[in-house]
């Protein structure tokens, strides 16, 4: 009896002490997660949330006409706080940047956190970028994978080249030989090599981290599916990590058809499509730390 009612107190004590245990565990440098009692609304005004009310959108939108709240469950890195969001696209997706050109070559909405300035605490040393992607449940939200999508990428301060980019489609201007299936996400490397794909999941969430080494310029992939510890998919690779930048996060469809990209090409009319993203985070990874990783 005794026993019983020790054991029914511990149960108790631990059941009303036990906090969940943090998904980060290593040093955050910017927490890109989006809390349950945010509204669509504040994403239209700096401060509010973690990113940039201004940037980067179609120039006739804002940003609380192109996000949604899906019925998602948590992804593997958000708290119970935190809740998924979806990036969308549509006809009117087009950017147009201070002054210049509409670029109509691409539907784009991509989310910058909001102290990531281009040469910041996240461009030094060794860091490791974070998020997970869903599929929207509703088929035509899906992408049109005839099409490139560059949906995350780190992009340097002279916007010349990303450091990485996440990628799913068929990637413009990479021979035949080295293309993977369209139904994969890939990574390329600062010279737009496809270093590593893995087929897109149309169900669960999907988790990828990239580790960037400033100091010994490589580039190291971390992946798992759904809960599952991050696992190393690649080694350290060689990579220019330098030009500073910014973390995009979104979507954003490229033209088929198209000599340069930015300004021609073909895109098909009366699009909506998403994106469902959790768990955005950049950490400190010096040391060797990479949160919900097993090594
Ligand atoms: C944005 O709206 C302005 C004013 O209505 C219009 O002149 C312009 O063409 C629009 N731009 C785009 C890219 O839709
Ligand atoms: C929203 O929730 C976060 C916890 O995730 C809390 O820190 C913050 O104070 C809350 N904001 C408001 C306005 O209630
Ligand atoms: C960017 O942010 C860092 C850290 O907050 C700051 O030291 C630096 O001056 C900023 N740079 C620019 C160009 O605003
Ligand atoms: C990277 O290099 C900088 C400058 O030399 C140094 O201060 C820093 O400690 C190095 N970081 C790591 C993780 O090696
Ligand atoms: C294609 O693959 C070859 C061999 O791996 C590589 O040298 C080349 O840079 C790749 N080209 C592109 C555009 O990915
Ligand atoms: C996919 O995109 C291509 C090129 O824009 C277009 O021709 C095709 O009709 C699209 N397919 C679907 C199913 O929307």
Known sequence: MAVQVAITLFAFIVLTTAKPPSPITC????????AKNLTLQ???TDGLTPYQAGYVHGVNLTWS???QFPKAPPSKFDSTHDKAVEV????????????????????RAGFLLGANNGSDASNVGVKTFHWSVKQDQNPR??????HEYMNVWHETNDYSHNQFSFKAGVVLFVPKSNQT???????TNYK??????????FEDWQNFAVTLDYNKSTLQIYYSQGNDPLRVATHPLPNDNSGGGQFQIGVAKKPTETQGVVY???QETHIHEGQIYGGIFVEDSSGGCVSGSKN
């Open 141 to 146: 939200m899906g992408m049109n994978l005839t």
């Open 65 to 67: 006409k192109i996000v």
């Open 192 to 201: 737009d090599e496809i270093v590593w794909s893995t087929p897109i999941d």
């Open 27 to 34: 040093p955050i440098v910017f927490d890109g997660r989006v």
């Open 42 to 44: 504040d994403f239209d």
């Open 264 to 266: 021609d090409g073909y």
């Open 181 to 187: 299936n369209k139904r994969t996400w890939k990574i």
């Open 88 to 107: 969308t696209i549509s006809d009117g997706s087009l950017f147009q940047p201070g002054g210049g050109q509409v670029q109509t070559g691409f539907r």
